[in-house]
């Protein structure tokens, strides 16, 4: 079937320090993968997304790569701000019934 | 964003009570979904429409029943409510660029 795991949180960073989020899915055929953000009394919000393999999705200082060989999709900050504080959900989409599978959330909170 | 509004943003409700939860939207697009997010689960899916008067259920679907009889109105019914439907629901569409966009949540509280 399809799935989507991403690490667990919470995760705490200070201001400036550099951000990981693992996600792994399993899907069969190429899946899109995207990474959405939820701030605090809001709904989801789309953050970036890749269609293939090999390929990078980027918006606002965050990154992800397909990687197909490893099944992976981990969003990437050089250097998080307070504002970045959220929870970070990666997904993905198949093209049956066009339904998203998403992963369980991880919230961050960077700290000044 | 889409265009997505959902109402009302806040319900607390007694158990055993019908509760209509509605999403618009003014995007025209085909695909609508119910979601429902709690602490340690996530997203999952209640029900969903890909068109009018076309549901299908989700995989949560228990005592939850929608109606779709607009392109723009996707609506939601637990049918008498329980504590176990506390929760925040989440409206969405499916754009043309694959991608789903989301309302800003209702938060249900079952007493």
């Known amino acids: 079937g399809n799935s989507v795991t991403q690490m667990e949180g919470p995760v705490t960073l200070s201001e400036e320090a550099f951000l990981t989020i693992n996600c792994t899915y399993t899907?069969?055929?190429?899946?899109?993968l995207f990474w959405y953000v939820q701030y605090p009394g809001e709904g989801l919000q789309l953050l970036l997304k890749a269609t293939k393999a090999d390929d990078k999705g980027s918006n606002k200082g965050f990154e992800a790569t397909y990687r197909k060989e490893t099944t992976s999709f981990h969003l990437e900050k050089g250097s998080v701000q307070v504002s970045d504080s959220a929870v970070y959900f990666c997904a993905l989409s198949r093209d049956t019934g066009n339904q998203f599978y998403f992963g369980t959330g991880t919230s961050l909170t960077v700290i000044p | 964003d889409a265009g997505i509004t959902q109402s009302p943003r806040h319900k607390v409700t007694e158990t055993g009570t019908p509760v209509t939860l509605r999403c618009h939207q003014t995007?025209?697009?085909?695909?609508m979904y119910w979601y429902r997010q709690d602490p340690g689960h996530g997203l999952r899916l209640i029900h969903y429409?890909?068109?009018?008067?076309?549901?299908d259920k989700g995989e949560v679907s228990d005592g939850y029943s929608v109606s779709r009889s607009k392109t723009e109105d996707f609506l939601l019914t637990l049918e008498s409510a329980t504590s176990s439907q506390t929760s925040v629901y989440f409206c969405?569409?499916?754009?043309?660029?694959?991608?789903?966009?989301f309302g800003p949540g209702t938060r249900l509280t079952v007493l």
């Open positions: 429409s890909y068109g009018v008067k076309d549901t």
């Open positions: 995007e025209n697009h085909r695909y």
């Open positions: 969405a569409t499916h754009g043309p660029t694959d991608t789903q966009y």
């Open positions: 899907a069969t055929g190429y899946p899109s």
